[in-house]
């Protein structure tokens, strides 16, 4: 139509569900089950009222005992960082790149370099570059952040106390906002896995909060809870160091899951499936109202495993039974056995 513009169109990426895992006799340990995301879409007219729709949207969360999606590295009381990682290399390149990606070298290099641009650096120039961030403290860059974002700017005018922690949920969303800028505006992930009592009260409440959306997505779940966790491994977000690497195999490097341990990583390049897509006009309520485009996600493959179920269950109960009962005697043969966590079955053909 003739009020349709190149900034109407979106593309939306469609997950594609993970394989499940079975046991020898089909018994399921992993499956694939439909949640509801709640997302934010920042357009011209929804960013305007964000603090205001941020507001009646976390009362919702925390009257129905749902939890803010936090990935966020920067934490408070104390001021720190926090990376999933414990190898310091990692976690020094994973601190840079948040650093970088949010600006925070613009600066030093209008100061220290002639407004070079990082790409034109020397070795040593970088080395100074990176060395230069590093030292700014967790609380600097909190601060720094706060202001970029205006954060209390916009939470002042809502008249609430503006406790630490209630700012920090309205700089969680803001951070997201700015990140997810440089991939096309995708919607900010606000509460994942939400109950359906819970997606179906913001359904009826979407007229009232512009930019807020329930989306459907296959959530992973494991119906025996830790039963062979060891054994299935689990699954997260693609961490920072890992976003090129899995780039370059066609994930979706803001939004997709891969297996981090276990089977779910051995096992991942055949668990995944291929995400599928759609090309939208939306409104500017970042609603879509049209579908242009649309192209069916296909599923994981399937994954069967020795492991019998039954077996695993007896085995670890027993375990578990043994290792409390070694606890309770306090002491055996000398050795103090009251803090024991640890032990190991093994299954014999008593024939």
Do not use: W
């Not at 990376?83 to 209008?110: A, C, E, H, Y």
């Not at 641009?117 to 952040?145: C, I, R």
């Amino acid at each position: 139509s003739s009020d349709v513009c190149s900034s109407d169109l979106k593309a939306i990426t469609v997950e594609a569900p993970r394989g499940i895992m079975t046991d020898k006799n089909g018994i399921k340990l992993a499956t694939e089950v439909l949640g509801y995301n709640l997302t934010y879409t920042d357009t011209t007219k929804t960013s305007t009222q964000v603090f205001s729709t941020l507001q009646k949207v976390f009362k919702i969360l925390d009257e129905n005992g749902e939890i803010q999606t936090d990935s966020f590295p920067l934490k408070i009381a104390p001021y720190r960082f926090e990376f999933n990682s414990s190898d310091p290399k990692v976690i020094q390149i994973m601190q840079l790149r948040f650093l970088k990606d949010r600006g925070f070298q613009d600066t030093i290099l209008k100061a220290k370099f002639k407004n070079k641009k990082e790409a034109d650096l020397s070795s040593s120039e970088t080395t100074e570059l990176n060395n230069v961030l590093l030292k700014l403290t967790p609380d600097q860059v909190y601060t720094a952040l706060l202001n970029q974002y205006s954060v209390i700017k916009g939470i002042s005018s809502l008249h609430i106390q503006e406790s630490p922690d209630v700012i920090r949920r309205y700089l969680i969303v803001k951070d997201g906002i700015k990140m997810n800028g440089f991939s096309g505006y995708k919607a900010v992930s606000i509460a994942t896995n939400i109950k359906k009592n819970t997606a179906f009260i913001f359904d009826q409440l979407l007229s009232r909060l512009p930019g807020i959306n329930i989306d459907n997505q296959p959530m992973r779940q494991y119906p025996y809870g830790q039963l062979g966790s060891s054994v299935l491994g689990y699954i997260s977000k693609i961490s920072p160091t890992d976003q090129a690497k899995y780039a370059a195999k066609g994930y979706d490097t803001s939004s997709d899951y891969v297996g981090t341990s276990g089977i779910e990583a051995a096992m991942e390049s055949n668990l995944k499936g291929v995400n599928g897509g759609k090309e939208v006009q939306v409104d500017n309520q970042g609603r879509v109202k049209d579908e242009l485009y649309s192209k069916e996600p296909t599923p994981g493959n399937n994954v069967q495993l020795t492991i019998d179920a039954n077996l695993q269950y007896a085995t670890e109960s027993a375990l578990n039974s043994e290792m409390k009962t070694l606890q309770s005697k306090g002491t055996v043969n000398g050795l103090n056995v009251s803090n024991a966590t640890r032990g190991a079955a093994v299954a014999i053909d008593i024939h």
